[in-house]
């Protein structure tokens, strides 16, 4: 018998780290385009899940 195994990730790691001493607050969120582009990303999750 074959055991398929498929996880997905569905969390962010959102710790937003920090430079200078603690001071500033980098948001890598933004660095990586999510604010522009979360709606596209979740359009395009269903067709993870369509049958081949």
């Keep these: ?3 398929l195994f498929f996880m997905v990730r569905d969390r962010i790691e959102n710790s937003i780290p920090t430079i200078n001493g ?3 607050r980098i948001d890598q969120m933004e660095k990586c385009g999510f604010y522009t582009h979360w709606k596209t990303d979740l359009q395009l999750r269903p067709s993870i899940y369509e049958p081949g």
């Design 1 to 3: 018998m074959i055991n």
């Design 22 to 24: 603690a001071r500033t």
